[in-house]
Nanobody, 125 residues
């Protein structure tokens, strides 16, 4: 079992930045691919980013490329999502996920085993 707890969400103006954190506990953190999804009101959950256990393979949704940066610290069992140049359309609940599925295969999230409770990100215009 892996337990995931997100933090760092909040309210920010368009153009601002936030850094989300996801702390993992339970089974060995370093063997898992980690990543982020988001779900806006009335919309389906969508993939944001994933990172392999080594950090060597990273993937982003086209909508966040060049603005968001994912990273991980296996010593702290934590994955981060640095979000810059935020836009109102980034408003959503952001969820951390973990699975042994390779980072390149993350898609809808249905294939993933472990999830956090989510943290709200609101970007005002």
């Amino acid at each position: 079992q892996v337990q995931l707890v997100e933090s760092g969400g909040g309210l920010v103006r368009a153009g601002g930045s936030l850094r989300l954190s996801c702390a993992a506990s339970g089974r060995t953190f370093s063997i898992y691919t980690m990543g982020w999804f988001r779900q806006a009101p009335g919309k389906e959950r969508e993939f944001v980013s994933s990172i392999s256990w080594s950090g060597g393979n990273i993937y982003y949704a086209d909508s966040v490329k060049g603005r968001f940066t994912i990273s991980r610290d296996n010593g702290k069992n934590t994955v981060y999502l640095q979000m810059n140049s935020l836009k109102p359309e980034d408003t959503a609940v952001y969820f951390c996920a973990a699975d042994q599925l390779r980072a390149s295969a993350w898609s809808t999230g249905l294939e993933l085993q472990y999830w956090g409770q989510g943290t709200q990100v609101t970007v005002s215009s």
